[in-house]
């Protein structure tokens, strides 16, 4: 099981950017997916998850919205008015069933709010 995260860069605040994680190995339609974010000196924390029975979830007061795409077997981060606390490595991960962490962490890509 792989999971790859990309699309990260570098965008002014109040921008928008668009992240995608892509599986291999297994199937993201059956999953619960999680975008997690780790800001420099901090612990990663949970942005944004979505569950194996819905097509999009939004957070933040719809700054961020998870959504699958079951054709790609892709779960993308739609991020907006991007903040520069919003800064740091994003990371997908899975949570399976039964479990109570989340695993197959893919590497990060990096997103960079400048102000």
């Known amino acids: 099981v792989q999971l790859q995260a990309s699309g990260g860069g570098l965008v002014q605040a109040g921008g928008s950017l668009r992240l995608s994680c892509a599986g291999s190995?297994?199937?993201?339609?059956?999953?619960?997916v999680g975008w997690h974010r780790q800001a420099p000196g901090k612990q990663r924390e949970l942005v944004v998850q979505?569950?194996?029975?819905?097509s999009s979830v939004d957070s933040d007061n719809g700054r961020f919205t998870v959504s699958r795409d079951n054709s790609k077997n892709t779960v993308d981060l739609q991020m907006c008015s991007l903040r520069p606390e919003d800064s740091g490595v994003y990371y997908c991960?899975?949570?399976?069933?039964?479990?109570?962490?989340?695993?197959?962490w893919g590497q990060g890509t990096l997103v960079t709010v400048s102000s």
């Open positions: 991960a899975v949570l399976l069933w039964g479990r109570s962490s989340w695993s197959h």
């Open positions: 979505i569950g194996p029975s819905a």
């Open positions: 190995g297994i199937t993201f339609a059956a999953q619960r």
